[in-house]
């Protein structure tokens, strides 16, 4: 399970964003949620937007953090969470770094793992007055 999960942050690093594919469910069953907003629905709709999310983000680089959890649920079932460091750069040129927290239910399908649903919380900035 965590050489999944690193190899992930590995494919979306070395080939962008369109990586996700083969990490993602295309099942009705997986959702991605980030900063409290759902981002995809279901598989069809994340497969479907990949490609372009792909156009809009020029290079990205995930590195998870040192505490990468992984809490087995059943042989086919695993809570997956870890820290997580992410630099973008969209298609403007434009850079964005990001740190954070990252769960995900992750299913064995068909002989190899897939997140199911994911979960990304950004840190919030210095200057958001909820945290000084």
Same mark, same amino acid.
């Given at each position: ?59 990205? %680089? *995930?590195?998870? &953090?040192?505490?990468?959890?992984? @809490?087995?649920?059943? /042989? ?6 870890? #820290? ?22 992750? %299913? *064995?399908?068909? &002989?190899?793992?897939?997140?199911? @649903?994911?979960?990304? /919380? ?6 958001? #007055?909820?945290?000084?």
């Amino acid at each position: 399970m965590r050489s999944f999960v690193e190899t992930a942050a590995h494919n979306v690093t070395q080939d962008g964003p369109i990586a996700w594919r083969k990490h993602f469910s295309d099942r009705p069953a997986f959702f991605m949620v980030v900063d409290g907003q759902m981002v995809f629905k279901d598989g069809e709709t994340a497969k479907n937007a990949l490609p372009n999310v792909a156009l809009a983000i020029r290079h990205i %680089e *995930l590195n998870w &953090g040192d505490n990468l959890r992984v @809490d087995p649920l059943t /042989s086919e079932l695993a809570v997956v969470a870890a #820290p997580y460091q992410e630099i973008r750069v969209d298609a403007g040129g434009h850079r964005v770094e990001e740190t954070g927290y990252f769960t995900a239910v992750a %299913e *064995l399908r068909d &002989g190899r793992w897939q997140f199911r @649903d994911a979960h990304w /919380s950004s840190a919030p900035s210095r200057h958001d #007055p909820v945290t000084q």
